[in-house]
């Protein structure tokens, strides 16, 4: 049994986790100034550097506005907002390729059956479409992972749920330079390009039936062959 020490959390943490309460309470609300920073110390009673580093941590969330000569002010906080970091980490961060897989598949299985549920007519034709395309590669010997991410963007597009689309479209910068680099690999194999392209198929197929269940199988199916097989190229590359 492996027991980690209990870690206390910085004073500034704390101070950041009981204004971010105050906001999701509804006691703070988009527009209100902040008592100033004396005023916080006191009721805090803490030091003026912990009030500082927590007014720091809160502007770099998003979740307030410094204005200078005017006072700290709660900002309206939008999917924007919560996004923009995840795009940042996307961008800075190395190695993360297998973690994308693992939370593809936490957002794309889910999206796949409320795509066959939620699917019109035009959304099911671009989904189409950029099968066509992906053929059309195929035949060519090209990688085609524009299509591969227009097709999966589609299907984020077809939930009619503006944050998931909102998030998929933070990753997709990401998603397109993986599926250039992880197909690359995939494609060593020469019956990989066919077996992916049917399996996306197959997936069209369920959501154009709106075969709810069927899409999302098919997609977890699709994720998890694609993972294992980038995992066993990734462990290759290490030895």
């Known amino acids: ?75 309206q906080v939008n999917i924007d907002s919560v996004v923009a970091p995840l795009a940042w980490m996307l961008f800075i961060e190395k190695d993360t390729d297998l973690e994308l897989y693992e939370v593809r598949k936490i957002l794309e299985v889910q999206a796949a059956g409320l795509a066959a549920e939620r699917a019109q007519a035009d959304e099911i034709r671009e989904m189409y479409e950029a099968l066509e395309v992906m053929r059309m590669d195929l035949k060519a010997d090209c990688i085609g992972e524009e299509a591969d991410q227009r097709f999966h963007f589609a299907i984020a597009m077809a939930t009619h749920n503006k944050i998931l689309m909102r998030l998929m479209n933070t990753i997709s910068d990401t998603m397109r330079k993986t599926l250039k680099a992880n197909r690359s690999k995939l494609y060593g194999d020469r019956n990989t390009p066919e077996r992916l392209y049917q399996e996306h198929f197959s997936l069209y197929e369920a959501i154009k039936n709106h075969d709810v269940l069927k899409a999302q199988q098919l997609m977890l199916e699709h994720l998890v062959g694609v993972e294992t097989l980038l995992a066993k190229y990734l462990l290759l590359d290490d030895k």
């Open 1 to 75: 049994m492996i027991i980690k020490p209990i870690k206390t959390k910085k004073i500034y943490e704390q101070i950041v986790d009981q204004i971010g309460l105050l906001v999701a309470e509804g006691q703070l609300k988009p527009g209100d100034r902040l008592p100033s920073e004396r005023e916080l110390v006191e009721q805090f009673q803490v030091c003026r550097a912990a009030i500082r580093e927590a007014i720091s941590a809160l502007e770099m969330m998003g979740l307030i506005e410094v204005r200078a000569g005017e006072g700290t002010y709660i900002r």
